[in-house]
């Protein structure tokens, strides 16, 4: 094929392409003010001695048949043979700013088609299709995506985690050798969600380049950063397959989940600004466009197992008074489900707890102004129900092994017609039948041995539990699904195109959900990001914490409560009123603007604020997670906002004993202070002296 370069274009970065008999990108980063004509020569590298004698570039889908020593694209084979292709490119199309090549291997009897965009948020998307051309069977161990990276990229944040403590992140030296990270647990998971921010030394919220990436993929999976010995760099990610998993016959094919990734020359915040208005635009879209987000009230820590029809009645009556929009009733609604030791898969109403149906309840939460949710977990079944006695077959299993429950539960296996069926019925059943608007959708169990016939289906799983979501939202468009997997152990892009929200972490206490929802805020807006304000003495983690900690903490996403508001003292429901209602004035600007990560003096602090794509105004909060390191708290810079405007900074919410722990607190706490834009980034703010595990939160206002 001839040699052409070819230029993709987003609002501030460029993607620059040379592809002839292969595909390699030459500079993905920062846009040119111009071009030159050949331009690219001056990146022509040399070639070494004691190595190949012709220079073999690293591209889109790296080969060790063209001489490429790195991890490949692809490994595969034919019965043992055609186990090193080397694909030639055969055509390519420009489309807007999506480019599609065509690439072949005719010995081999293979077809590559790879698909790179580049859109107007700076977002890079990238997916590779291999199609099987010849007679007999093509076994695929393995299909990336690779994408290179600059050889200044000497560090990585990366993300671990688990139950009750999802998004964690760490920081790692990026020298020689690499990085690897992977994931074997049936679902995107709490340990290693697939994402992770190489950069340049040092790079933080406001300085440096960084380069983020995500996998849209919501099962096993395996991310790496390789450093070669020539010096270059690049990254991969894929699908994980099990043995013997990916076979194709003749004529079929098979794709990688798409890879999501962008480029910021300003640090981490502007990364997460494009990932933020890329998920708004492309994977939202007009799905959120019609209304705000509802407030939620979920009757799970309140009530449990514990279901009176009467009592939640009440339930839904006081929610209502507080101000919630969405009343949920999670777990324990249908047939013999008293325990989380029984009834899944049994998605028939419990009569006995529900002797009237669900119609009344229903009915009076709807008069009452709310929305109705109802909480499932169709993917799983426990052994003691009636689903797994008549149908002991539907176990997502390989025969003749005994698996570890987890949750006390199994697994159903979707590949399986009928099962996959049956759920569908029952879900459609109840969303016929009610009017119900919101499903929680849970999965609370890791994998073991995903077989189906005795070979391994782990990937096939994960599609059918997609297609299972996008038939009932076919024939229910109007309903909105969270995803939840005992938290956040499925969240992802590839979901989200289905969902309107994650529960981010099944961690209610407000301390620890500080650092979660910071780590989930790099990847996801923060109307998608389920936060809710538990009771005051946390059932997670046993801490007590007050209503302003909890009701700021919750702020900041996509709020709701979790609690039993009949128990609770009129105190505490005064909290929530006031809280829900500060949400619901700040929620324009929270669900639209552009959330900010500010770097603080003392790490004893955590700041995070909204602000508006206009930059009119924003909203700060300031959270004091330990004891001050030093008696004054220092100063908080803020930058984002217009250099020329002034802005009125007022105090919107403080603890109750702001200030009886001071002499005096800053003057501009006291008063409102008017000062520019300019001044805020570059001097700031002096910040208030905290109790541990209390927050302010500041409003800025531009004036005339």
């Known amino acids: 094929m001839e040699q052409k370069v070819l230029t993709l274009k987003g609002t501030d970065t460029e993607v620059v392409l040379k592809i002839a008999d292969c595909t390699e990108i030459l500079y993905w980063g920062e846009a040119f003010e111009s071009h030159s004509e050949n331009e690219e020569q001056t990146l022509s590298r040399a070639i070494p001695y004691g190595r190949l004698d012709t220079d073999i570039p690293m591209t889109l889908s790296p080969e060790l048949g063209r001489g490429l020593f790195s991890s490949p694209a692809l490994e595969g084979h034919r019965n043992g043979q055609h186990w090193a292709p080397v694909f030639v490119n055969q055509s390519v199309e420009q489309e807007g700013d999506l480019l599609t090549i065509e690439a072949t291997d005719a010995q081999a009897g293979l077809k590559l088609i790879s698909e790179l965009s580049l859109d107007k948020n700076d977002v890079v998307k990238v997916r590779h299709t291999l199609k099987n051309e010849m007679s007999g069977p ?184 507080m101000g919630v929009e969405r009343f949920i009733i999670d777990d324990g609604w249908f047939r013999n489900r008293n325990g989380d030791k029984a009834a899944l898969g049994d998605w028939y109403l419990d009569e006995g707890k529900y002797p009237e149906g669900l119609d009344k309840i229903v009915e009076h939460v709807n008069d ?47 590949q399986i017609d009928e099962a996959f069926d049956y759920l569908f019925e029952r879900l459609d059943h109840f969303l016929s039948a009610y009017n119900i608007a919101y499903i929680k959708w849970d999965m609370n169990r890791e994998i073991v041995q995903p077989g189906h016939n005795g070979f391994a289906s782990g990937h096939r799983q994960i599609e059918r539990y997609y297609e299972l979501v996008d038939k009932l939202m076919a024939k229910h468009p109007q309903v909105e699904i969270e995803s939840c997997a005992a938290g956040g152990g499925r969240i992802d892009y590839e979901v989200l195109k289905r969902t309107m929200r994650f529960w981010a972490s099944d961690n209610n206490d407000a301390l620890e959900r500080q650092q979660i929802q910071r780590g989930m805020s790099y990847f996801f807006p923060p109307e998608v990001m389920g936060c809710h304000i538990g009771a005051r003495h946390c059932h997670s983690t046993r801490r007590t914490h007050d209503i302003n900690f909890r009701g700021l903490t919750a702020l900041f996403g996509h709020m709701g409560i979790e609690l039993d508001p009949v128990k609770e003292s009129e105190h505490e429901k005064g909290g929530f ?47 004091q997670l330990a004891m001050p390191t030093n008696s004054l708290s220092s100063t908080l810079r803020i930058p984002g906002l217009l250099a020329g405007a002034h802005y009125k900074i007022t105090l919107l919410d403080s603890p109750e004993n702001f200030n009886d722990i001071v002499n005096r607190q800053p003057l501009w706490t006291e008063q409102p202070v008017i000062c520019s834009g300019d001044w805020l980034a570059k001097a700031g703010i002096a910040v208030p002296v905290l109790d541990p595990e209390t927050a302010v939160l500041i409003k800025l206002e531009k004036i005339s």
């Open 138 to 321: 093509y076994s695929v161990n393995r299909l990336a995506s690779t994408l290179p990276l600059p050889e200044r990229a000497k560090e990585l944040l990366t993300y671990y985690g688990r139950w009750v403590n999802e998004f964690q992140q760490t920081r790692t030296l990026l020298t020689q050798g690499g990085y690897q990270q992977e994931n074997r647990r049936g679902r995107t998971s709490h340990e290693h969600y697939p994402a992770f921010i190489a950069g340049t030394k040092g790079f933080d919220e406001l300085h440096g380049e960084s380069w983020g990436f995500h996998l849209a993929w919501s099962g096993n999976h395996r991310m790496r950063v390789d450093v070669k010995a020539d010096g270059r760099r690049f990254m991969q990610a894929e699908a994980l397959y099990l043995p013997g998993e990916i076979v194709l016959e003749q004529g079929e094919s098979i794709s990688t989940p798409w890879l999501y990734a962008t480029y910021s020359e300003n640090g981490l915040n502007q990364m997460s600004h494009h990932f933020h208005q890329h998920v708004r635009d492309s994977i939202l879209g007009d799905r959120m466009a019609d209304k705000p987000r509802p407030v939620h009230l979920n009757t799970w820590e309140g009530i449990y197992f514990e279901h009176d029809p009467a009592y939640i009645m009440d339930m839904a009556t006081q929610s209502a008074e």
């Open 368 to 414: 009452s102004g709310m929305e109705f949710g109802l909480w499932f977990e169709p993917e799983m079944i426990n052994k003691d129900s009636d689903l797994y006695r008549a149908h002991p077959e539907w176990l997502l299993a390989v025969d003749g092994y005994e698996q570890p429950t987890g949750r006390n539960q199994y697994a159903i296996n979707l």
């Open 577 to 623: 009123v006031k809280y829900i209602e500060l949400h619901k004035q700040l929620r324009p600007l929270l669900h639209s603007g552009k959330g900010v990560r500010f770097e603080t003096d003392d790490e004893a602090h955590l700041a995070y604020g909204v602000i508006g794509t206009d930059q009119q105004e924003a909203v700060i909060m300031i959270a």
